[in-house]
């Protein structure tokens, strides 16, 4: 065969023939299961604007998304970054972007990696497929971006981009992570949106409108308890209680936790989802080389690529920021198919159901039932535990010392693979806050509850700022206690009644 290109420079005509050739080894070699794929041809500038709001194609407004454009195009055009190495969407048709400065290379990388590695991962993998409707993303938005434009109109820009400013600040505490959300549908949001603002106003009015009679201790009414249980969503919880809120302002509040809730997967799956578009270029790519599909040039200039994202900087380095997700991914996926082909007589002690088994089953099979957390607690290796050199450090803020816990023997590898896991546990690394009480009987304050994570103590400033918006959202007093394991309150914040700002209409 004779290759598809010699040169860098790419055409509309050239893609399309990579394109071809990718899917060929991807789909019908490899049998990867992906959405109908859609590449956009855009600008730096274009690309710059998909950073700046958050990759979707289209988006509502919100200062924060022209404050990032800004401050990517300073750092871009100063030669302090470059631009992303691909943007993707969690869409059917999937839409993958294709920077026009890029050379045919890089086209074609980006094409291997996003459009047949990400998309496969949106497709297969279950949280993905639990917690996210591909095809209605897109159409969603547009009623969104529709709905608030039609706000800024009514109410005015300031008013929709402060309730906005609140919403935003609270994203991370907007999703279910235990029960599966609705699907989103623009056809379906817009049919229900009057006969939802009736009803929510309705509800809110019914629970606001007297005060429930107290009790005088004889026994005959038990206490009463609004909401009976903790809240994990916050924002639902606001959008479904607050008094002072508008129907216009709730379905706001809904928009922004349901987009919240369509990233929710990603945020869990960083090192899995990115270690499998990695793990697939680099197979699909040399797959084209192996058929002389490509030349010497080509392959120089994607590896020399591909080498820069999956290197991981050592600890000393200045530019160390933790664990390359692409590194460790990538690692963990060449090292299962390592497994399955050539197992050594540890790997078949660690790992007895896929040593020598196909190596494409035992992909899937990770690929689809795991997220990052469970993923590196089932797959991670005594090998990579050593090619990455790590161990475990036992920091306990009761002890002066530090003190080495898990080195490079059977049971420092489980025990640094268990830690490692942990890290990637949501649970975590964000701060665990529900709702835990209304005084529905008084001032009509709300408790917000905080669980302590290994003792870990809240950051005044970052606590305080959220209950400034939570008191902005509920219109009367916020206040947030930090609990031990024992349920003993550590820390307090409050926040005084913010009601006024939210008479918007």
């Known amino acids: 065969m004779t290759p598809i290109s010699t040169g860098s420079e790419w055409t509309f005509e050239l893609i399309d023939e990579y394109e071809r050739a990718i899917r060929e080894i991807a789909v019908d070699e490899f049998k990867l299961d992906v959405y109908p794929i859609q590449l956009e041809v855009i600008s730096a500038e274009q690309m710059m604007d998909a950073y700046s709001s958050v990759g979707m194609p289209v988006n509502y407004h919100h200062w924060s998304f022209g404050k990032h454009f800004v401050a990517t195009e300073k750092s871009y055009k100063r030669g302090h970054m470059g631009l992303a190495y691909e943007i ?64 800024e109109e009514r109410y005015g820009i300031d008013a929709v981009e402060e309730l906005l400013d609140s919403c ?14 609705q699907k989103l549908s623009m056809a379906k949001e817009q049919a229900r949106q009057s006969e939802r603002e009736h009803y929510l106003q309705q509800q809110v009015n019914d629970l606001w409108r007297t005060i429930p009679k107290r009790d005088k201790g004889d026994g005959g009414q038990a206490a009463l308890r609004f909401p009976p249980e903790p809240q994990e969503n916050l924002l639902y919880f606001i959008e479904k209680s607050a008094p002072f809120l508008e129907p216009w302002q709730r379905e706001v509040v809904r928009i922004v936790r349901k987009v919240a809730q369509y990233f929710y997967p990603q945020r869990q799956t960083q090192v899995m989802n990115e270690g499998w578009a990695t793990f697939w270029h680099y197979t699909i790519l040399n797959r084209l080389y192996e058929k002389k599909l490509v030349t010497d040039g080509f392959m120089m200039e994607f590896l020399q690529s591909h080498t820069n994202v999956v290197y991981q900087p050592p600890v000393n380095a200045q530019w160390y920021r933790g664990i390359n997700p692409y590194a460790l991914g990538f690692s963990m996926y060449q090292d299962i198919r390592r497994v399955c082909e050539e197992p050594t007589d540890e790997d078949r002690a660690w790992f007895p159901d896929i040593a020598g088994t196909p190596w494409r089953d035992a992909l899937e099979f990770a690929m689809r039932n795991f997220k990052d957390e469970s993923f590196i607690s089932q797959y991670l290796s005594p090998k990579l535990i050593r090619d990455f050199r790590f161990f475990a450090i036992r920091d306990d803020d009761q002890d002066d010392k530090l003190e080495v816990e898990a080195i ?30 209304v005084n529905v009987r008084g001032d009509r304050s709300l408790t917000l509850r905080h669980s302590m994570h290994n003792r870990r103590p809240l950051e005044p400033e970052s606590a305080e700022e959220v209950l400034r ?37």
Request: charged fraction near 20%; hydrophobic fraction near 40%.
């Open 469 to 505: 918006h939570v008191a902005r959202l509920w219109g009367f007093d916020v206040r947030l206690e930090s609990v031990d394991d024992q349920g003993h309150v550590r820390q307090t914040f409050s926040c005084a009644a913010g009601h006024r700002e939210l008479q918007l209409s």
């Open 168 to 181: 935003h600040a609270l994203m991370n505490y907007g999703v279910d992570r235990y029960k599966r959300p």
């Open 88 to 151: 993707v969407i969690n869409s059917n048709p999937c839409i993958a972007y294709l920077m026009e400065e890029n050379s045919m290379t890089m086209q074609a990388l980006v094409t291997a990696h996003a459009a047949y590695g990400h998309n496969s991962f949106f497709k297969g993998n279950y949280l993905f497929k639990a917690w996210t409707d591909a095809s209605a993303i897109i159409d969603y938005l547009v009623f969104a971006k529709k709905y608030l434009s039609q706000c």
């Open 408 to 437: 490079h023997d059977e049971e420092g590898y489980r025990e640094i693979r268990q830690l490692l896991a942990e890290q990637y546990n949501l649970g975590s690394r964000e701060p665990n806050i529900q709702v835990w009480s």
